[in-house]
């Protein structure tokens, strides 16, 4: 599973500051559930016997998961990464090819759009993205209705200029 459409995976070993534990009941329908998310197999370590008792994935660099083969107690996780540059109708249509319950992609009332899917084992996980055409809405979303001790970036829309 060493396929990805999308910016090259960074495949160092580095300190990774969160992941989340999935466990599934099938390692290897696992692997190739996750790679229709666009998820490459970074490692897979093996246990008592030589047989793999841990895959690690890996979508961009800190977007992490470490899938471990068992019972899953379905409904028990949940994590959100940000999608990146990647065209998320194509990724829901790859889920769903894949026979993943997918959910999008869905624009959401923050001003991103999401697309929401379920593993097999009842695991989901969100792609998420900011909707770069309604930055300048945003922005005044933000300033007017956020509350919090937060600074918020001047805009987010990238300047032709500065490139």
Request: no cysteine; aromatic share 8%.
């Amino acid at each position: 599973m060493t396929e990805k459409n999308g910016p090259d995976i960074d495949r160092s070993i580095y300190p990774m500051p969160m992941f989340i534990n999935l466990v599934v009941s099938d390692l290897t329908a696992g692997e190739a559930f996750y790679a229709s998310a666009g998820f490459v197999t970074l490692a897979t370590i093996p246990g008592p016997g030589g047989v793999p008792s841990l895959v690690h994935l890996r979508r961009e660099k800190y977007q992490d998961i470490l899938m471990t083969q068992g019972t899953a107690a379905r409904g028990t996780v949940s994590a959100s990464f940000a999608a990146g540059q990647i065209d998320l109708d194509e990724v829901a249509d790859s889920i769903r090819g894949a026979g993943g319950n997918v959910t999008g992609p869905i624009d959401t009332p923050w001003f991103t759009t999401d697309v929401t899917f379920s593993d097999p084992d009842g695991n989901t996980v969100t792609l998420t993205a900011p909707r770069m055409v309604d930055q300048t809405a945003a922005q005044a979303w933000v300033n007017d209705q956020i509350t919090g001790d937060f600074e918020a970036p001047e805009s987010v829309v990238p300047n032709p200029s500065e490139n």
